[in-house]
């Protein structure tokens, strides 16, 4: 059995563009895992393998890999930093048992670096800082660690590592720890050597900051540094692994991906982050009950695991599973509890990238993949079926945009769907729904690149293709005023006639009580079995709406009088004198359009709560009221859903890509004049076509 302790499973997360890949790249290249070294810019990045992220230069999808450091193996996830893509990156980290973030050192902390960062602490993940890019020119390493501290949370930034200089003449590291120095030549070959003299002052200095950081570990730490006492790196060494598991501190070091320096170092602080055992046994439950279960991470306790990520294709389908608990082999199967479902399956795979390596083994802390399950799904638990365990599902990010679809070319509507519903299960971000009243396929999503992505997708993997539209807003009809008319049908043709006559009061009720009908009739004036014609014909009606093609609603009908034919009088004629009735009284009772009225939820940075409140009074939104949340607000207020089909773009415009929102449906409300005249203008000439 494999030795855990020796197992490290890493995310490394960015923002979009700080050098995550080539980062990823370099520790495979660093490593010999890889002959090569790979770039994301050449379009050769063994991560970043699929034609929409060559074409993109970006990470889009979660990949994963091994390698082997120091008789310690590895195994790491390379996320996407793109906004449209988080999600992802939110699901894979319930996997892992620490994080690499890594910072750009020219263009510093960005809005999904604090996103993944945030992500990363709902996990309580121990974390490191790489600051990438340190050749670049104007990188700053002590700028970008200011910038860390000020605007991601706990842990704290503490430098493990300092640049010997930047720039062009950005050549190695010194150890604070050690304050020994590593100077980088070709190839990335780091040579030991003393730190430089002319940096003795600096590494004083920020040696004390280490020293003062790491003692809070350790009530004899403290009194000793106290009372001015040297402390021994074993004992520093000690302390900041402590305050790194404890997700107090997370070390920082500088590098550059592309030129291979600094690889070393950062290869061996990985090694200092927690391995399987030291995050300990992973709490869930027993399955179908609130009782409390935990598995431990030895290899010879039941099997357990966590479905990362499901990737589907035209061929099958394919399933990422961390391994929490026990041993995996090949030709095996598990029990999915959430589903109450036994899966089998063929191949055990070992990850690399975009290929697949078939192995023989699996334990805690291994990141694995199977094929061709039959209903295990993303955040899904696998487990032996003789000791159950159900492991907490993450959350998934909400869909902030949507669109209309439809297939390109008639008669692939079926193919199409088909398609799309395949994606679904690999994206869990990617919502289709059918709006009843519209008639519309709706198409939701992460942003316009991602549903841009997942259309090139549809078409690469399944030869179809779709139009997008803005989708139309589900408007109402209803009524101010209250009347009683008289719909009376009579058509004579020579034979036997049609006769209906129906009387009926027409009023008003609160909304969103619906619709309401009662039969008055005394007397015997309408005959019982006519009754039920009157009340369908006035639903039809009002399926199709009066003045605008749109459904009524909140209303009541009142069935009060009417007369009768013994011979030309049926269903049909009695269908149609309701519905002759209720389209006059319709008319009569002062009209209008009802729009739909969403809980719009806007999450930002103090300093934009202004300009997002003035906002969305301009879109006749009405605050509810705001929540602080640490340096952010929360920001709730009921805006007319016509008002924010187009949101996100402008909010990402007003925040910087700071702000992140929420919508969901609210009530109906009643439409102003200028949005009622617009409605039933657009809806006569189609009326007069057909």
């Not at 020293?211 to 001015?228: C, I, M, N, S």
């Not at 009695?574 to 359009?593: L, N, Q, V, W």
Request: charged share 25%; with cysteine.
């Amino acid at each position: 059995m494999k030795d855990v302790a020796k197992q490290r499973t890493i995310a490394l997360i960015a923002h979009n563009g700080a050098g995550k890949t080539s980062l990823a790249e370099a520790f495979l290249f660093y490593s010999k895992v890889t002959s090569r070294l790979g770039s994301v810019m050449e379009g050769t990045s063994i991560l970043d393998a699929e034609p929409e992220e060559i074409k993109r230069k970006s990470s889009i999808n979660a990949a994963f890999h091994s390698l082997p450091w120091k008789k310690h193996q590895i195994t790491f996830v390379d996320t996407a930093g793109d906004e449209n893509f988080l999600n992802d990156t939110k699901t894979v980290l319930n996997g892992v048992d620490a994080a690499v973030m890594v910072v750009d050192a020219v263009d510093g902390v960005k809005v999904s670096t604090e996103k993944t960062w945030d992500f990363a602490s709902i996990y309580k993940l121990p974390r490191m800082i790489v600051i990438n890019k340190m050749d670049r020119e104007r990188a700053d390493f002590f700028a970008t660690l200011a910038d860390i501290n000020e605007s991601l949370g706990a842990p704290r930034a503490v430098p493990a590592f300092l640049p010997i200089g930047a720039e062009a003449k950005f050549k190695g590291v010194v150890s604070l720890l050690t304050g020994k120095a590593f100077l980088y030549g070709e190839g990335g070959q780091a040579t030991e050597a003393e730190a430089p003299a002319e940096m003795a002052d600096l590494i004083a200095e920020w040696r004390e900051k280490l020293v003062e950081a790491v003692a809070e570990a350790d009530d004899a730490l403290v009194e000793k540094y106290l009372e001015g006492q040297e402390i021994s790196p074993e004992e520093i060494a000690e302390a900041y692994k402590k305050e790194i598991l404890a997700v107090k501190i997370a070390p920082v070091a500088p590098a550059s991906a592309l030129k291979l320096i600094g690889l070393q170092n950062i290869l061996d602080m990985i090694l200092g982050l927690p391995s399987p055992l030291d995050r300990g046994s992973r709490p869930g439950k027993k399955p179908g009950s609130d009782q409390a279960e935990s598995r431990p991470p030895a290899p010879a306790a039941p099997f357990s695991g966590l479905v990362l990520k499901t990737v589907a294709d035209s061929l099958g389908q394919l399933t990422i599973i961390r391994v929490v608990s026990g041993t995996l082999a090949p030709d095996s199967g598990f029990y999915n509890p959430k589903r109450e479902q036994k899966e089998r399956f063929g191949q055990l795979l070992s990850l690399e990238g975009k290929a697949q390596k078939a192995i023989e083994e699996a334990g805690p802390g291994d990141i694995v993949a199977v094929a061709k399950l039959k209903g295990t799904l993303t955040g899904d638990t696998v487990c032996d079926e003789a000791a159950p365990i159900l492991y907490p599902a993450p959350k998934s990010l909400e869909p902030v945009v949507s669109f209309a679809v439809e297939a390109k070319s008639k008669g692939d509507e079926e193919k199409v769907f088909a398609a799309i519903n395949k994606m679904l299960v690999e994206d869990v971000t990617l919502r289709l729904s059918r709006n009843d009243q519209t008639r519309e396929m709706i198409l939701s999503g992460m942003g316009q690149v991602h549903i841009d992505t997942a259309l090139e997708k549809l078409k690469r993997k399944y030869g179809v293709e779709m139009i997008l539209k803005a989708p139309k807003v589900a408007y109402k009809e209803t009524i101010k005023g209250k009347t009683r008319v008289q719909g009376k049908y009579k058509k004579q043709t020579g034979g036997k006639g049609q006769y209906g006559d129906a009387v009926i009061d027409l009023e008003p009720l609160p909304r969103g009580e619906g619709f309401i009908f009662e039969d008055r009739i005394v007397g015997g004036v309408i005959p019982r079995q006519f009754i039920p014609a009157v009340e369908k014909g006035i639903v039809e009606a009002m399926g199709n709406g009066i003045i605008s093609g749109n459904p009524v609603v909140d209303l009541k009908v009142g069935l009060v009088f009417g007369s009768y034919h013994d011979v030309d009088s049926s269903e049909m004629s009695f269908k149609i004198a309701g519905s002759m009735a209720f389209k006059k009284a319709f008319m009569e009772c002062k009209p209008t359009i009802l729009e739909p009225v969403m809980l719009l939820t806007v999450t930002v940075p103090d300093e934009f709560m202004g300009d997002v409140m003035g906002d969305i009074s301009s879109r006749r939104g009405k605050l509810l009221g705001t929540e602080a949340r640490g340096k952010k607000q929360v920001i709730k207020a009921h805006v007319p859903q016509v008002e924010i089909l187009s949101y996100a773009p402008t909010l990402t415009s007003m925040t910087g890509g700071r702000g992140s929102f929420s919508i969901e449906f609210a009530r109906y409300d009643e439409a102003p004049p200028q949005i009622k005249d617009k409605v039933v203008a657009e809806y006569r000439p189609r009326e007069e076509e057909a």
